[in-house]
């Protein structure tokens, strides 16, 4: 689906430049010790994912506009086109953010970072080949 694609990298959460490694530490974002953990380079292609020291603060806006954006979905689709009172919608959007914060926040990060990196077709290649080596 897509692979190569920034698409394909903030949907699987693998590393932007290869598409093969994972970003976080772990893959369940309601794992809530580790949910934040970003691996420190792609194990496949050595891209860095800890770039600088603040370098995710930029991710507090995405995650801003996507925290809006489902806002803005809901109000329109619930109140508008179903014509739901707004305060039931409220009601059910209000937990359903706070519920969705891990998952809010790790997908900021990965398209923060997709921003900023590029897709590399030849170190895509070497880290397929060399993911299938390590795992035959
Ligand atoms: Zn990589």
Do not use: H
């Amino acid at each position: 689906m897509f692979k190569g694609s920034k698409v394909y990298s903030i949907a699987t959460n693998t590393c932007p430049k290869c598409n093969v490694g994972s970003f976080f530490k772990t893959n369940n974002p309601y794992d809530l010790k580790n949910f934040d953990k970003i691996n420190e380079y792609c194990q496949y292609c050595g891209e860095s994912f800890l770039r600088e020291p603040g370098f995710y603060i930029g991710a507090m806006y995405v995650s801003y506009a996507l925290s809006v954006a489902l806002t803005v979905i809901s109000f329109v689709g619930f109140v508008i086109l179903l014509n739901v009172d707004i305060y039931y919608v409220l009601a059910v959007l209000i937990p359903a953010i706070i519920v969705l914060l891990p998952v809010l926040f790790r997908t900021a990060r990965i398209i923060w970072i997709n921003f900023f990196v590029k897709y590399d077709p030849e170190k895509a290649a070497l880290a397929t080949e060399k993911r299938n080596l390590a795992n035959p």
